[in-house]
């Protein structure tokens, strides 16, 4: 099992910065990714990254403003976000997987966390 644990969400206004943290515990875990899921749409797939953070992977509406990264040590990812957008706006959750590359697929993923509020005003 593995538990994740996101924090770092809040209110900030256009062209702010936020930073997510996923905290992990329990067992190893190979890839993760962020989605975030905004009120009244689907779950969406914001990032990736491989375990050994060689590998990442983007949505085209964050490429160039979200940086996300992982501190094995600390059995953390993150998710730098700049450039912030109302439309950002929605619930991030982070998620992993036991074994496998990365991938962009929700159901792919064998463990997920809560989520945490990202608010961004105009």
């Known amino acids: 099992q593995v538990q994740l644990v996101e924090s770092g969400g809040g209110l900030v206004q256009a062209g702010g910065s936020l930073r997510l943290s996923c905290a992990a515990s329990?067992?190893?875990?190979?890839?993760a990714g962020w989605f975030r899921q905004a009120p009244g749409k689907e779950r969406e797939f914001v990032a990736a990254?491989?375990?050994?953070?060689?590998?990442?992977r983007y949505a085209d509406s964050v490429k160039g403003r979200f940086t996300i990264s992982r501190d094995n040590a600390k059995n953390t990812v993150f998710l730098q976000m700049n450039g912030l957008m109302p439309e950002d706006t929605a619930i991030y959750s982070c998620?992993?997987?036991?074994?496998?590359?990365?991938?962009?697929?929700?159901?792919?993923?064998?463990?997920w966390g809560l989520g945490t509020q990202v608010t961004v005003s105009s």
């Open positions: 998620a992993a997987r036991t074994w496998g590359d990365l991938t962009t697929r929700p159901r792919n993923y064998d463990y």
């Open positions: 329990g067992r190893a875990f190979s890839s």
């Open positions: 990254i491989s375990r050994s953070a060689g590998l990442t």
